[in-house]
């Protein structure tokens, strides 16, 4: 496909699927979006780690190709304007594989969030969250060890999909009226109302997608989160609609809680995954009391939302928080933190969310020694208590140093490993 303002790599190979799997070659191409504010500060930064740690785990068998595409602020100016420019998305489209940094929401009214936006039109229906704890990371938990978990969160529907009629409007009064008198419904007059719509076909895509990763990756438990003692048709429906999924195309591979108990007496058989499920608001004490019972979490959009943060503040926060927003073929890693405006510019930032979703990146690629090398090399910089400000503020004695400082030292540990 020819592209007006992206320029392909002279040489690598794209990404492509073939039966439902990544060929990647030897020399991929990947695409990355330096993102808007701080972006500018953690993405030069995290491609001198990346380009580091392929480097020496492959010693020059292997490299990456970037091909830089645009979103935002940056897009605008290139694209008259354009802050979603048509040619990224069919650029994401053809290579599959992207990273991307932070992207503003510019303020006003209508304008719809690029991540969303980016979500929804690439239908990246599931957005993964690992949340790992590494030596020497400040974290408020007592064992913070404990905490290895991945949360897989349904993108597409739930209350985030913008169904909502503000109070006043026609629209609002039209349904409010259908409500109360063709169904019954009672509440009080002029509330706001928003639809929650969850669907067999969105809730199996994303229970399928995590029951696959916990076998991808050797991983004991699969927990359906849900609030479906309230909500017993969305919510409910999402637990049940879970367990079916797993029967009907796991039945090999996973039993549930109860045959565990029933069949197997609190012992996992070999080579099995156990799916399960918990109240949406007790896995939030779970998780803080004991977080080494919980391994994979599937999700709905707005749980999820309030638990990637969350556990995210248990190893570290935002600024060391990974992601990925997947559909079935392209998957798009992303930091999960914001464009941090304050900072932007002042090379001051903690690069590591940015990082570490290239980790995950290289992990889908199939690439895992890289990851190992930077994951090796945070743990020895960070232990030696060489920190962003962020991580500096919670660590006594701390030396505190740049984005660029932080890189720098990553990089010389890579090397010397
Ligand atoms: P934010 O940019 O995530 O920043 C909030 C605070 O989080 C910062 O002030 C800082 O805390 C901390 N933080 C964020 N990134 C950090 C990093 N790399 N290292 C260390 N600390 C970090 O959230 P926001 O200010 O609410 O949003 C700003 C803009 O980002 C908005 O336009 C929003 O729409 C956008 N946004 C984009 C994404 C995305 O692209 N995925 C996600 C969220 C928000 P301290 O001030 O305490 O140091």
């Not at 599931?126 to 060890?145: D, F, I, M, Q, T």
């Not at 990925?324 to 999960?336: K, L, P």
Request: hydrophobic share 40%.
């Amino acid at each position: 496909m020819g592209f007006q303002h992206v320029k392909m790599p002279d040489s690598g190979d794209k990404i492509r699927i073939e039966d439902g799997q990544l060929v990647v070659s030897d020399e991929p191409v990947l695409g990355f979006i330096e993102g808007d504010g701080i972006g500018a500060d953690i993405t030069p930064a995290c491609m001198k780690v990346w380009n580091a740690a392929v480097e020496k785990a492959y010693g020059g068998k292997r490299r990456v190709h970037w091909a830089e595409l645009y979103l935002g602020e940056k897009a605008a100016g290139i694209y008259d304007g354009d802050y979603f420019p048509q040619e990224t998305l069919d650029a994401i489209k053809e290579l599959n594989v992207a990273i991307k940094g932070p992207l503003t929401t510019p303020v006003g009214e209508g304008f719809r969030s690029l991540n969303v936006s980016l979500r929804q039109t690439l239908d990246l229906y599931a957005c993964v969250r690992p949340v790992k704890w590494y030596e020497g990371v400040p974290s408020p938990l007592k064992k913070p060890h404990e905490v290895d978990a991945v949360i897989f969160r349904e993108n597409t529907e739930d209350v985030y999909c913008g169904l909502e009629y503000e109070s006043g409007t026609p629209e609002n009064e039209k349904l409010a009226k259908f409500l109360r008198e063709e169904m019954g419904a009672e509440f009080f007059e002029g509330a706001g109302i928003g639809i929650k719509p969850i669907s067999a076909y969105g809730s199996k895509r994303l229970v399928r997608k995590a029951i696959q990763y916990a076998i991808d990756n050797n991983r004991k438990s699969v927990t359906l989160v849900h609030k479906g003692n309230i909500m017993k048709f969305t919510e409910g429906a999402f637990r049940k609609w879970g367990y079916e999924l797993a029967a009907e195309e796991f039945g090999d591979v996973t039993i549930t809680e109860d045959e565990l108990w029933e069949k197997h007496d609190g012992k996992q058989p070999e080579g099995k995954i156990v799916i399960k499920d918990r109240i949406a608001d007790i896995m939030f004490q779970l998780m803080l009391l004991r977080p080494a019972d919980f391994d994979v979490l599937a999700t709905m959009n707005l749980n999820g939302d309030y638990l990637s943060d969350s556990l995210a503040a248990e190893v570290g926060g935002m600024g060391i928080a990974p992601g990925a927003n997947m559909a079935d073929n392209v998957a798009v890693f992303e930091a999960t933190h914001g464009t941090a405006p304050k900072y932007a510019g002042q090379d001051k930032v903690n690069p590591s969310s940015l990082l570490f979703s290239g980790c995950m990146m290289f992990d889908y690629i199939g690439w895992p020694e890289v990851t190992k090398l930077i994951e090796d090399a945070f743990e020895a910089v960070v232990g030696n208590k060489i920190v962003t400000y962020d991580f500096a503020r919670q660590i006594d004695n701390a030396t505190e140093v740049k984005t660029s400082g932080f890189a720098d030292a990553l990089v010389d540990a890579i090397n010397k490993s």
